[in-house]
């Protein structure tokens, strides 16, 4: 059993952890990070292959709010301005709608944009807070009579495209936060977001971070004075750790599980136990997958757009027009069905050929495609069949389609470290829970979770590693 005493404990070598390091690291604070996998970065995972040369990101790949975003700002300003290469892309250029009907496109002359943006401002001023497909059933019942039957069919499918954005159903996505504070465009990623896990650990030593090391609990002991603590951390290898300070940085999925679910694995028992204002927030917390299948081809074979919107659009069978929100009603909801297949469900799919001259296309899928892959006994083959379908569509003849280099799948719902893909906001659920922002004395939380700005984002993380290691410094100044 080893000892080892530090200013700072980091739960998690995730970007939360990693620059709440760094930040303490730059004021001369003392700290260590302990983190459950084998390798650094979290949610943000970048697979590069050693023979083509060619890199994929399985977790994040978009620069989102880039008009509030200080990542996006220093990894195109400072970090990555010389590089030879664009080393991000607004990839707004283009932006296909396929949907499956004959001619696989929106038919022209409809500006579902425009009451895309109506329902948004509906279900973010909503006196209640309702689901999100609620909420699109409210907006047609009461705003009907302003919508063509085109308008009302589209912009439904449009509105459930923020499915993606949260990583559930539109059931169980409350309306008020549905679309979150996005402030600007977002840019794509081109040269791989490991390179920006690079740059934040840059100068930290090396043998501050602690891999295979599953945080099994915490103990706040009293030492004098009541803000006078000392940290005990023990690992599932039974290794402790003492520190001053604590920086909790697990996702939301794993945290919720210290309220009755400690023996599940990465799962952190805290003694004395997190107090009630942290916990009662968990009661509604969602945090559910999100997928990616990728494939490789040869040479791309379709239309050169930088990314294709997939939508679920309602027959036009099933629409009536004279009470198009009973339609909405039935309309779309997939969550009772073990298998659904292409179309039932909004995807993006991300052309590489266009932002990185790559013949290959990314697709993500919200959670209940998520579940399907990743409980397939064959992820790779199930995903490729899923999104077959889609291919086709965006290809828009009839033409066979190549068998793929290479085909990868993600796992972030089954994987014991993160347990989902990012935190939502369920109906009545608080946007943050603040007690967490508050902290718990000289047990602090970071992450993703946690904080307002860029929240559920990479640079949300990001934001609140660093507020958290000031917090600390101030502190530990006096
Ligand atoms: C598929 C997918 C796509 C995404 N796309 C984007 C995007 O395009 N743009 C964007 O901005 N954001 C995106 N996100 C979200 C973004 O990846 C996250 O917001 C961000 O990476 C979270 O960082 P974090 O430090 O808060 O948490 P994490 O990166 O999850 O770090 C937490 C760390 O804690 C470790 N840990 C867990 N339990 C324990 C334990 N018991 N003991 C020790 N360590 C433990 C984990 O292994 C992990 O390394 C995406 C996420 C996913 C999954």
Redesign the pocket.
Known sequence: MSEVDTDVII????????NAASTLHSKGLKSLI????PR?????YTKRDTVTGNHYD???????STMENPIFDKFTNNWYSNSQIESAKYDDNNVGIIINSETGSLPSGINVGAIVDEMKYYSSNLKDDISLHNCAIEYFKTKQHRLSRDEIKYSTALFKFAELLNGCDWDTIGSKFSYGPFNGRDAFNTIGYDKVIEKIIEGYPNDNVLLN????SVEKIQVGKADETIIKVT?ADGSIYKSKYLIV???LG?LKLSIDKTNEE???TFNPPLPKPITDNFAKTKFL????VIVEFDKAFWPDNDKFLVLSVPNDDELDITKTYETVKEFGNYTDKENVKAFDFPCLVSNFNSVRKIPALMF?LPSQPAYQIENASDPEKYGYDLIKPIISKIVGKDIEIPEPKLILT?S?GNDP??RG??STCAPGDKFVNDALIDGFGSIRF????PVYQ?H??????YI??EREANYIIEKLSK
């Open positions: 739960i998690g070598a995730g970007i939360a952890g990693l302990l983190e459950a996998r650094i970065g979290g949610r943000v399985l977790g994040a790949s978009w620069f989102h090391k599953v945080v099994k690992n940085t697990i996702p794993v990465g799962a952190i997958p999100l997928a990616k993500l993600t972030w470290y993160s893909a990012i970071a992450g993703e979770g860029g559920s984002c990479a640079h949300g993380a609140s590693g």
